[in-house]
């Protein structure tokens, strides 16, 4: 399991902990012509699934890519900061009879916990699976919301 | 078969470099496949996750089967990037057969993000003897 922490959001926590490893990662795999690095985006070794994390001013969208899950094999839960999604993808076996010539699809159970940078309102996180993506949608609490000041002159 | 209980391996999505150039801006990445094929049929499971049935082009063209999918998630301009691992682009993936595909019957069914394709084999394509006449 990994956990990535982004503490001081927006980008400061991305340059604690296992950031320095993605960042070796990321220039040897430029070195040798790896896809990673220079488009924004970055994918950690090693971590399943990969998480596309962004926020408004009203909360919270975590997206996953995570296909052919049956959704009571897929766990989403929120504690306090802490989001994690576990589950268990599964491949069913084809006939006895068949002769496999590629197999690349992986099979397996999978866990993730992620530090969420704001103060969310769990009871109203909605979490939506469709077409093999995981949206999951966390309102932010009404104290973590960017509040507008009223300025008297 | 993977044992139930095993963690999953992840594997990183893997680009596509076309001989081609795109008309269209982004991304193009391979889909992972499983092929596996008995006496009847010839089947194809790749992974196309975002991928909605009316965004799949299927076509076999001579020995070529082309598989693409165009994935309909945007995220809204409004929102900000807090963490990015990965990206989002077409899937494109071809392959060259070598049986005889009876073409009419091509069953494609898409389920969380997972594209089944089944191939309905010819019998063996049978050497076709030409008779020449004489005169």
């Known amino acids: 399991m990994v956990i990535r922490r982004l503490e001081n959001w927006p980008f400061e926590g991305l340059m604690g902990g296992t950031a320095d490893l993605d960042r070796i990662r990321r220039d040897l795999g430029r070195l040798f012509g790896g896809q990673t690095g220079g488009n924004g985006w970055e994918a950690p070794a090693g971590v399943f699934p990969l998480l596309n994390v962004s926020h408004d001013s009203e909360n919270v969208y975590v997206r996953s890519e995570i296909p052919g899950v049956i959704l009571d094999q897929l766990d989403v839960s929120v504690t306090g900061r802490s989001l994690t999604i576990s589950g268990e993808r599964a491949i069913p076996d084809e006939k006895s009879s068949v002769r496999y010539h590629r197999r690349e699809r992986e099979a397996g159970k999978f866990r993730r916990q992620f530090n969420l940078p704001t103060d969310v309102d769990s009871d109203r996180v909605q979490a939506k699976y469709q077409h093999g993506m995981l949206m999951v949608v966390l309102p932010k609490s009404e104290k973590a919301k960017p509040k507008k000041i009223a300025i008297s002159g | ?135």
């Open chain 2, 1 to 135: 078969m993977a044992t139930p209980t095993q963690d999953i391996q992840p594997r990183e999505k893997r680009e596509v470099k076309s001989e081609r150039e795109q008309t269209t801006p982004g991304r193009v990445y391979a889909p992972s496949v499983d092929i596996f094929e008995d006496d009847q049929a010839l089947t194809i499971v790749a992974d196309m996750p975002g991928v909605p049935s009316e965004n799949v082009v299927i076509d076999l063209r001579d020995d070529v089967l082309s598989l693409s999918g165009v994935p309909s998630v945007s995220v809204p301009e409004q929102e900000e990037y807090l963490l990015r691992e990965y990206d989002t682009g077409k899937y494109f993936r071809q392959f060259t057969l070598s049986e005889v595909i009876d073409q009419a019957n091509i069953n494609a069914n898409l389920s969380n993000g997972v594209l089944r394709v089944t191939l309905p084999k010819v019998g063996p394509a049978k050497p076709r003897r030409i008779e020449i006449t004489e005169g």
